[in-house]
């Protein structure tokens, strides 16, 4: 069973999420400075999503943008991340996770992916998400 019931719910969380942990957490900076975008291609569910410094970008405006790196996964693999169930280089060399340019640059930023790890389990119990995956 998929963890999201449709893509609208995905768009509607990640948006809510992303955006939330760019305005309140130094993620937004360091993107900028770092000079990374990120497209996550989410393929059970048919969506993209653009992040960068400015926030989440979906549908035809993710897929216009030129991303820094390209991360293509499942949305279970992305629910599993975020609930920090989820070994990012077993899951890149497994191909659980597909990745596509410097991924380096963006495995420098993962530690402030952090606080959105302590935030994820709240969108959960908002959108009725399970936590036990």
């Known amino acids: 069973m ?12 990640f948006g809510d999420f992303w955006s939330r942990l760019i305005r309140e957490t130094d993620l937004g900076r360091e993107l900028k400075n770092n000079e990374i975008s990120i497209l996550f291609v989410i393929t059970d569910l048919d969506m993209a999503m653009f992040v960068d410094q400015d926030g989440p970008r ?28 989820v070994n990012i280089p077993m899951a890149l060399a ?7 340019g ?13 606080p959105g790890k302590e935030l994820y389990p709240e969108y959960c119990e908002k959108f009725n998400l399970p936590l036990d995956v």
């Open 2 to 13: 998929a963890i999201f019931k449709d893509k609208e719910t995905a768009e509607k969380l």
């Open 58 to 85: 979906f549908g035809n405006d993710a897929k216009t943008e030129k991303p820094v790196v390209t991360m293509k996964m499942a949305g279970d693999m992305v629910h599993k991340y975020w609930l920090d169930k």
């Open 94 to 100: 497994t191909r659980k996770i597909k990745a596509k």
């Open 102 to 114: 410097p991924v380096n640059k963006v495995l420098q930023l993962m530690p402030l992916f952090k």
